[in-house]
Antibody, heavy 122, light 112 residues
């Protein structure tokens, strides 16, 4: 069975940090780029970060650039999101999503985790 | 950034009747390879989004054939030929042509 399981969400204070993890099974993790997407009732779905299959290509949305850091460990089939300098507007459900294999023009977004809730509040 | 505008915001439909959702892009989603990169997702209450259609009109495996996608350039449509109870939820379009990748605001489908 294909599974993407996020963990690490919870309550953080403004200015604080959290580290999200996503453990993957059921497909060859090292063959796909991965993304983090977050969702709020107010802003809907928002792509926030992308990492290539070998971590050589990384992109961030402007809303998190300089504060969040994406990484992966292919040996552990795991994706991470280090979130620093958290703000109230970072409160959201965070999804780990499978993107695409290399040399493919379009994006996949075909497999999603169940999401982990991050709440930033004092 | 590419802005995707979905309409309507809310769509009450009668079971068995058709439904249509529009997604308009602020920029062309055509790539140099000739393909157009637009994806449709469905999110049921309490669940993660599920991809239904990619590259405008390619239906995912397991997606009922009552779902179809069409459009070109900047104007796209998701159609449900006969709405069933399991089709309720929110539908989102997403463009995967330009960075940053962006989503439409969603269309909520409910049964009348």
């Amino acid at each position: 069975d294909v599974q993407l399981v996020e963990s690490g969400g919870g309550l953080a204070q403004p200015g604080g940090s959290l580290r999200l993890s996503c453990t993957v099974s059921g497909f060859t993790f090292s063959s796909y780029s991965m993304v983090w997407v977050r969702q709020t009732p107010e802003k809907g779905l928002e792509w926030i970060s992308y990492i290539g299959e070998r971590s050589t290509t990384i992109y961030y949305a402007d809303s998190v650039k300089g504060r969040f850091s994406i990484s992966r460990d292919n040996a552990k089939n795991s994706l991470y999101l280090q979130m620093d300098s958290l703000r109230a507007e970072d409160t959201a459900v965070y999804y780990c999503v499978r993107d695409r294999p290399p040399a493919v023009a379009g994006h996949f977004f075909d497999l999603w985790g169940q999401g982990t809730m991050v709440t930033v509040s004092s | 950034d590419v802005v995707l505008t979905q309409s309507p915001l809310s769509l009450p439909v009668t079971l068995g009747q058709p439904a249509s959702i529009s997604c308009r892009s602020s920029q062309s989603l055509v790539y140099s390879d000739g393909n157009t990169y637009l994806i449709w997702f469905h999110q049921r209450p309490g669940q993660s989004p599920r991809r239904l259609i990619y590259k405008v009109s390619s239906r995912d495996s397991g997606v009922p054939d009552r779902f179809s996608g069409s459009g070109s350039g900047t104007d796209f449509t998701l159609r449900i030929s006969r709405v069933e109870a399991e089709d309720v939820g929110v539908y989102y379009c997403m463009q995967d042509r330009h960075w940053p990748l962006t989503f439409g605001g969603g269309t909520r489908v409910e049964i009348k």
